[in-house]
C-alpha cells in the first residue's frame, strides 16, 4: 500500500514520498528524526507492529503545521472522532479512495505540498 500511495501522490500533485515505516516504533523514531521535514502524514490505524493511534499525536507533536491523515480500513465514526481528538485533520477509509485522492488534489493545488511520510 505504502509504494501504491508514494505513485498516487506523484501523479496527483507531484508530492514526494519522503518517508516510510511499516511499525508504529519505527514512525516514532521517523518522526523524532524528521521533524518538520514533511508536510503531510498519512496513517494507516492497522501497522505490522503496534497502532497508527500513537503515530498521529507524535506527528502533531514533531510538526504541529503538518496535516495528518487517517486512511484505514477501520473508520466507523467512533474511530474517526478518536483520531482527530488525537490530532488528525482528516480521516478516510479505504473504501472511500476517490475522496482520499480528491482531498489530496486539493491540499496540493492549494497548500503547495511537496514532501509526505506514510505509516
Excluded at 501504491?4 to 511499516?22: K, P, R, T, W, Y
Aim: proline letters at 3%.
Amino acid at each position: 500500500m505504502r509504494s501504491l500511495l508514494g505513485e498516487l501522490f506523484h501523479a496527483v500533485g507531484g508530492i514526494e514520498v519522503a518517508g516510510s515505516a511499516a511499525t508504529e516504533a519505527e514512525a516514532l523514531l521517523w518522526l523524532d528524526d524528521h521533524r518538520g521535514e514533511w508536510d503531510v502524514a498519512v496513517v494507516d490505524l492497522l501497522l505490522d507492529q503496534g497502532s497508527g493511534m500513537g503515530v498521529i499525536p507524535r506527528c502533531r507533536s514533531t510538526h504541529p503545521a503538518g496535516r495528518v491523515v487517517v486512511f484505514s480500513n477501520y473508520a466507523s465514526p467512533a474511530v474517526r472522532q478518536h483520531c482527530i481528538e488525537l490530532g488528525a485533520d482528516a480521516v478516510f477509509d479505504k473504501a472511500d479512495s476517490p475522496d482520499f485522492i480528491d482531498y489530496f488534489v486539493e491540499i496540493a493545488r492549494g497548500a503547495g505540498i511537496a514532501r509526505g511520510a506514510a505509516a
